[in-house]
């Protein structure tokens, strides 16, 4: 069974600061990963993906991927309060499926 | 672009009822899939289509779901008959085929609750 590892918090970071999410996954073969943000009631929205180890930045955030230990994590600079959400971690297992975590929830304090 | 679109919205059945849910996928989107998100937990692939195939069912539960997607475009998904444990956020969401393009975009979702 393929899984995906992540704290399910919550993570509390002040407003301004680096809030710093991580994910684990089980399946060494995986290529792709993504991150995808929920709000309190709605649908996930996809916010990164990266393919290959190293950095990816996008704006505010980058994410960071270790295939070696099987590691990949989203950081946010300068957070918001509208950063407040679900992070949800989802590694492409084959065939374009997802794996997904079950999530952090980030809250920015303002 | 339109997005995925889902419905109904909300749903609430006792158990042992039936019920379904209908999904049409962004214009041009050949793959789809359904997902079934509890409570707390991430989503769960249930069903990827390609164009009217089934690409995997593997974790459907297929004494009591079914799902199809005629002529390769809107899809539905059905439950019968319906069980407590069924009450979640049913997602569907599509994507392109094109290697350079995977992303899954999702739409609203279906708030399940039986009761």
């Known amino acids: 069974q393929k899984e995906v590892e992540q704290n399910s918090g919550p993570l509390s970071v002040p407003e301004g600061a680096i809030a710093s999410l991580n994910c684990t996954y089980s399946d060494r073969g995986s290529q792709s990963f993504f991150w995808y943000r929920q709000y309190s009631g709605k649908s996930p929205e996809l916010i990164m993906f990266i393919y290959s180890n190293g950095d990816k930045e996008d704006g505010r955030f980058t994410a960071q991927l270790n295939k070696a230990s099987q590691y990949v994590s989203l950081l946010i600079r300068d957070s918001q309060p509208s950063d407040s959400a679900t992070y949800l971690c989802?590694?492409?297992?084959?065939?374009?499926?997802?794996?997904f975590g079950a999530g952090t929830i980030l809250r920015v304090k303002s | 672009e339109a997005g995925v679109a889902q419905s109904p919205r909300y749903k609430i059945i006792e158990k042992r009822q039936s019920v379904a849910f209908w999904c049409n996928p962004i214009?041009?989107?050949?793959?789809l899939y359904w997902y079934q998100q509890i409570l707390g937990q991430g989503p769960k692939l249930l069903i990827q289509f390609q164009n009217n195939g089934v690409v995997d069912d593997s974790q459907l539960p297929k004494d009591r779901f079914s799902a199809e997607r005629l002529k390769g475009v809107d899809s539905t998904l059905k439950i019968q008959p319906a069980k407590l444990e069924d009450s979640a956020v049913y997602l569907c969401?599509?994507?392109?085929?094109?290697?350079?393009?995977?992303?899954?975009?999702f739409g609203p979702g279906t708030r399940l609750l039986v009761l």
């Open positions: 969401a599509s994507s392109l085929v094109d290697r350079r393009s995977r992303d899954q975009y």
């Open positions: 214009s041009g989107h050949a793959t």
């Open positions: 989802a590694v492409n297992s084959g065939g374009n499926k997802l794996v």
